[in-house]
């Protein structure tokens, strides 16, 4: 089976977490014999999400009293893409995946016209408190919002159109390589007259689901650091929602910038190829792709009851 699965970046980094090295590595180091099995079993492509990480590397970026503008937010994507990508490899390698791991340097043509270069919705980097935060977007021009229980930054996050390697992913897989590519949505390009950097983080749920879709994969699968989309989130009564289909997920609020692309990627896929798609954590992410536990979408009549 060909499967695309959607890595959360805020999984490798948790919200509160100093974004150590180590950390990272520690994190990638359990995920990876689960995530090597399923590369064995499977055709697997990884997207990597790199929220945490980009909002670090531009965090610095910014500090650095050397530099007269910080680096653009597509070469912090493209830094982002080599460090998680040659990370997961090792991990990957260290668990016992045995064939070829290729990280492709990923670019992906977004629209110029997109609404969402209008509204920062994305978060990025590191969860700050409310004086912090505003003191920092004072600083340094940022625009700010809360995650949470507490703020970050947040970017322009335009939808995916075109993944420019799309037929080099391809290639790869058909000679038996696991793929890691699209990592953190893929560098933002616009492609008027030639292509040109965006000053954006393309979610990586939507790219993914347009990697599974044009390269025809059987499912969709997003491993994150909660057990799926849950109803009554942040309170007493939250509760993983389990099978249910694109009409009764997208009846139900969920935030931009993070469970909501997720919900939206994973019921485009279905929508689209009819095949299935699932939302869940990455710590259980054979359950996942089983279909045992997480949110599990697949198409059927809107009227079709979900069950909780
Ligand atoms: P990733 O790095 O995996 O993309 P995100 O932070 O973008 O992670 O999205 C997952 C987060 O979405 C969860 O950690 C949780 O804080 C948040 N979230 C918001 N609403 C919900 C909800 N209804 N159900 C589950 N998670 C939610
Ligand atoms: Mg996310």
Redesign the pocket.
């Known amino acids: 089976m060909r499967l695309v699965i959607a890595l959360?970046?805020?999984?490798l980094l948790h919200r509160h977490e100093p974004p150590e090295a180590a950390t990272q590595v520690a994190r990638l180091a359990l995920a990876a014999p689960a995530l090597a099995r399923l590369a064995v079993q499977h055709q697997v492509v990884f997207v990597h999400?790199n929220?945490p990480q980009v909002g670090l590397l531009a965090r610095e970026s910014t500090d650095d009293a050397t530099l007269t503008a910080p680096y653009p937010l597509a070469a912090l994507d493209a830094e982002t893409q080599g460090l998680i990508g040659s990370l997961l490899t090792q991990a990957l390698h260290n668990a016992g995946l045995a064939g070829p791991i290729v990280t492709l340097v990923t670019h992906t043509v977004i629209d110029a016209d997109d609404p969402a270069m209008g509204e920062p919705t994305k978060f990025i980097g590191a969860v700050y408190d409310h004086h912090r935060a505003h003191r920092l977007a004072a600083d340094h021009g940022w625009d700010i919002a809360r995650d949470?229980d507490g703020w970050r930054r947040v970017v322009f996050s335009p939808l995916p159109q075109r993944i420019v390697e799309l037929h080099a992913g391809a290639t790869l897989l058909d000679t038996g390589a696991t793929v890691i590519m699209g990592g953190g949505g893929g560098i933002p390009l616009t492609d008027h007259d030639g292509y040109t950097p965006v000053e954006a983080v393309i979610d990586k749920?939507h790219t993914a689901a347009l990697l599974a879709r044009a390269l025809g994969a059987e499912q969709l699968v997003i491993l994150?650091?909660?057990p799926g989309?849950?109803t009554d989130?942040g309170t007493p009564d939250e509760r993983v929602i389990g099978d249910t289909t694109p009409g009764l997920l997208r009846a139900l609020p969920?935030?931009a910038g993070?469970?909501g692309p997720?919900v939206d990627a994973a019921c485009t896929f279905v929508e689209n190829t009819g095949k299935p798609a699932a939302i869940g954590a990455l710590e259980h992410a054979e359950e996942v792709v089983d279909g045992i536990v997480g949110t599990q979408i697949t198409p059927g009549p809107a009227s079709r009851a979900g069950r909780l």
């Open positions: 959360g970046g805020n999984a999400g929220g949470g749920d994150t650091d909660v989309a849950l989130y969920f935030p993070s469970m997720k």
